[in-house]
Nanobody
Framework: QVQLVESGGGLVQPGGSLRLSCAAS????????MGWFRQSPGKEREFVAA????????YYADSVKGRFTISRDDAKNTVYLQMNSLKPEDTAVYYC?????????????????WGQGTQVTVSS
C-alpha cells in the first residue's frame, strides 16, 4: 500500500506561481510512475502531468505545457508540480496519483493510489 499526501495549494492571482508537493509512504517509491490530475466542479478528472521512475520520461497535458513542471526526489519520496503563469482556468482540486506499472499513464484508470487532493484557486 502507498499513501499519498498533497500540500501546497492555495489562492493565487493570475500570472502567479505555486508548487504542489506529494509525499508518499513506502520503500518502493522510486519504482512508481507518478502523476498529477485535476478536477473542477462538474468536470471529469483530467490529466495534468506524469513522470516515470527515475524521472526518465515526462509528459504534460497541452493545456499546461510550458507552464508546469513535474519533478521527483526519490530520496524524499516526494513528487512536485511547479505551476507558473497560472490562469483562472487552472482552478481545480489537484490530485497526486501513483502506479507500480512501468511507463506513462495518462488516464485516471491507470493509477492504483490517490491522494486526498489540494485546492488551487487562481483569482484576482
Amino acid at each position: 500500500q502507498v499513501q499519498l499526501v498533497e500540500s501546497g495549494g492555495g489562492l493565487v492571482q493570475p500570472g502567479g506561481s505555486l508548487r504542489l508537493s506529494c509525499a508518499a509512504s513506502g520503500r518502493t517509491f522510486s519504482t512508481y510512475t507518478m502523476g498529477w490530475f485535476r478536477q473542477s466542479p462538474g468536470k471529469e478528472r483530467e490529466f495534468v502531468a506524469a513522470i516515470t521512475r527515475s524521472g526518465s520520461t515526462l509528459y504534460y497535458a497541452d493545456s499546461v505545457k510550458g507552464r508546469f513542471t513535474i519533478s521527483r526526489d526519490d530520496a524524499k519520496n516526494t513528487v512536485y508540480l511547479q505551476m507558473n503563469s497560472l490562469k483562472p482556468e487552472d482552478t481545480a482540486v489537484y490530485y497526486c496519483a501513483a502506479t507500480p506499472q512501468y511507463g506513462l499513464r495518462l488516464t485516471p484508470i491507470g493509477y492504483n493510489y490517490w491522494g486526498q487532493g489540494t485546492q488551487v484557486t487562481v483569482s484576482s
